[in-house]
Structures are given as structure tokens and as C-alpha cells.
């Protein structure tokens, strides 16, 4: 295909493309979340992990932005909670809380001690209201309700970091915690200066360690540093990859165009092959991304709305085309990403010990 006939400018594709056209066969689309490979690849590893992890480990959950990982958050947090009647009173089995980038611009680590402190005296469960009955909801409302107002949590608190992370500890005991999720791990990189990356990640470490607790990670590839300067953080990981669709990969081509299909379902299209009779304009748009390419087509049904059309035509995916600096910069946070993910697959075993001395039968 000449990619310069899907838009005004030439789209921008990384050296090494090789998705060719090809017919679809069905597809499934999931009410709320749209299911498709790489997501589904990810929930099932995820869930695996996370069984497999003895209290004081940690798993990590790496993929590049929009790639679905607050809906795998969710849906894995939902099996693993059950039901909450059955908790027994006061407990609280998960919690999860966001790391985020307060003071300055900066990691502040007394914000996300008083966020996991308030984490167990307000639990914010909302992941638990998604997919469930009015009954249900009416039930886990109720609960949750009398979790909040248990009255040995609701005593005056110290302000200070330590105050706070003690509270967290003694509290996380007292409910019985078991899972400790943290989104948007990547926001404890950025650090005032002389402060460290490998400390701050060795003390939540070590707070999974003391409260027995498994730890779930989620972030972006700019969460490297947190493990790779801490060899005691390394040895106690799991890591799962939410990974894109690769271009290089002929193998990626038809759960991307499935998942194309899928997400072009939610929207009122002239035709129904509309996305899938030119992949490469969606691949330049999304980087086999979910989120990226449904912002893509969030785009292409404003413009849609602009002309008072009825549906979504070819001009308007155009239209909604990135500009070439902002498709750089998505496929440059992809390649990054994959550089890391597949960082396992570019050395050899045989290169690693080829200075080794041992000799049996001495």
C-alpha cells in the first residue's frame, strides 16, 4: 500500500514495517472492555503472577501508556477480592492507590504515605462497583460503608511520613491486607536532586515485607530505573509485559486488525471495512496501541459531529490523522518500550558464561 494515499502528509511508520493487507474472520467485543489479545495475554499472566507471589514479593506491570492496564488493575483486583460479605468484619483484603508527582514536579514520599495511610482508614474501592447487579452494589455499598466507619481506625493521626507509614502498617495488619496495588509507578523516577530512586523503592519493599503483603506495580517503561538499581528489588520481581502490536512481528497483524475491528465497532461507520481496508492508517495512529487508537477514532467522530454527518467517513479518520511530531514521539515511547520488554531476547546464554572454568570428575 502507498501510505501517501491515507493522508494529507505522509504518515510516519518505523523502519521494519510489514503488515500487508489480509480478510478478516469474526470477532467478539466485550461490553465495557474490549477484549483482544495482548490484553487478554496479559490478564491471564498477571492473574498467574500474583497467585504465584509469596507475601513480600512484587510484581510488576509494565506496558506503554494506553496499552489497558487500569482495566487489567480492575478486573484482576475483582477475582481477587470475591465477595465482599465474605471479608469478615473490618477487613480488607486489597487496596490501591496512585503514586504521583506533587511537590514541584517531584516524587514527594510523604503524599503516597498519606495516601496509603488514608487508603485503609477511606477505602476507595471503586473497582468493585463495575459489572455488578443493583443488588450487588446496594450490598458492597453497605459494606463498605461499615468498613469506613470502624471505630479503630478513626483515631487522630500524626502528620509525619514516618507517623503515617507506621499508621499504614498497623492498620494493614489490623484489616488483614493481602494485595497492595500502586498505579503509575514511574512518577517515584522522578526525584528532587540527591535523592534516591533505589531508596525510596527499597522502602516500599520493605513495607510489603513487613505487613506480608504481595506488592503489584503499575506503570510505563520509565519505570526501569526502580528495578534495575536495586539487585534485592530484582530478586523478589515478577514482571508482566501489556504489550502493543509490533509492526516487525508478521505474527502481530491479525490480533491488531481484530482488535482494529473490534474497537471500530463502538462507532457509527460508513462502512463496515472502513478500519480494516486500510490497517496502515490506524497503525500510524495507534502503534498497536488500544488507547491510542481509540483516541484516534474519539477524534474522527468529532470531526464526524463537526460536518452534522450521521457517520464516520474515510476524510474523517484523515483528519484525525496526528500531526508527524506527535506520531514520532508515540512510536518512540513504543520502540522504547519494546526495547525493554524484549531486552531478554537480545543476548546469548553461551556469551554470558563462555569465561566459566568448571570441569567435572575433579
Excluded at 500487508?20 to 472492555?33: A, E, F, I, N, Q
Excluded at 531508596?199 to 515485607?209: G, H, K, P, R, V
Excluded at 517503561?221 to 502490536?245: G, I, K, T
Excluded at 463502538?266 to 495512529?285: G, H, P, Q
Aim: with cysteine.
Amino acid at each position: 500500500m502507498d501510505l501517501g494515499r491515507t493522508s494529507p502528509k505522509r504518515p510516519y511508520l518505523p523502519r521494519g514495517y510489514l503488515f500487508p493487507t489480509m480478510k478478516l474472520g469474526r470477532y467478539s467485543v466485550l461490553p465495557k472492555t474490549i477484549s483482544h489479545l495482548a490484553y487478554a495475554t496479559a490478564l491471564q499472566d498477571l492473574t498467574y503472577s500474583i497467585n504465584c507471589t509469596k507475601p513480600g514479593g512484587i510484581v510488576w506491570v509494565i506496558g506503554p501508556s494506553g496499552a489497558g492496564k487500569s482495566h487489567i488493575r480492575s478486573e484482576v483486583a475483582r477475582v481477587l477480592v470475591g465477595d465482599p460479605s465474605q471479608w469478615g468484619d473490618g477487613r480488607l483484603p486489597l487496596v490501591s492507590v496512585r503514586a504521583q508527582v506533587t511537590d514541584r514536579s517531584r516524587f514527594n514520599p510523604k503524599d503516597l504515605a498519606r495516601r496509603l495511610a488514608d487508603s485503609l482508614r477511606e477505602p476507595n474501592l471503586d473497582f468493585l462497583r463495575l459489572n455488578v447487579s443493583g443488588t450487588q452494589l446496594e450490598s458492597i455499598e453497605s459494606y463498605l460503608s461499615s468498613v469506613s466507619s470502624s471505630h479503630k481506625f478513626l483515631g487522630r493521626r500524626d502528620s509525619s511520613e514516618h507517623a503515617m507509614r507506621s499508621e499504614f502498617e498497623r492498620h494493614a495488619r489490623a484489616r488483614d491486607l493481602k494485595w497492595l496495588f500502586i498505579e503509575e509507578i514511574a512518577s517515584i523516577v522522578k526525584v528532587h536532586r540527591g535523592h534516591s530512586v533505589a531508596n525510596y523503592m527499597t522502602s516500599l519493599m520493605q513495607i510489603a515485607e513487613e505487613i506480608g503483603v504481595v506488592l503489584v506495580l503499575f506503570g510505563t517503561q520509565r519505570a526501569f530505573p526502580l528495578w534495575m538499581e536495586n539487585e534485592e528489588v530484582r530478586n523478589r520481581s515478577r514482571w508482566v509485559w501489556v504489550r502493543r502490536y509490533r509492526e516487525y512481528e508478521p505474527e502481530d497483524l491479525r490480533p491488531f486488525a481484530e482488535m482494529v475491528r473490534a474497537a471500530g465497532a463502538r462507532y457509527e461507520l460508513s462502512r463496515k471495512d472502513l478500519l480494516t481496508s486500510d490497517l496502515e492508517l490506524a497503525l500510524v495512529n495507534s502503534a498497536g496501541i488500544m488507547g491510542s487508537l481509540l483516541n484516534w477514532l474519539d477524534r474522527a467522530d468529532a470531526h464526524r459531529n463537526i460536518r452534522r454527518a450521521d457517520k464516520v467517513e474515510l476524510c474523517d479518520l484523515r483528519k484525525a490523522t496526528l500531526e508527524v511530531y506527535l506520531q514520532e514521539d508515540l512510536w518512540n515511547k513504543a520502540r522504547a518500550f519494546d526495547e525493554i520488554a524484549d531486552a531478554k531476547g537480545n543476548f546469548k546464554l553461551s556469551a554470558l558464561v563462555k569465561n566459566v572454568s568448571w570441569r567435572g570428575g575433579d
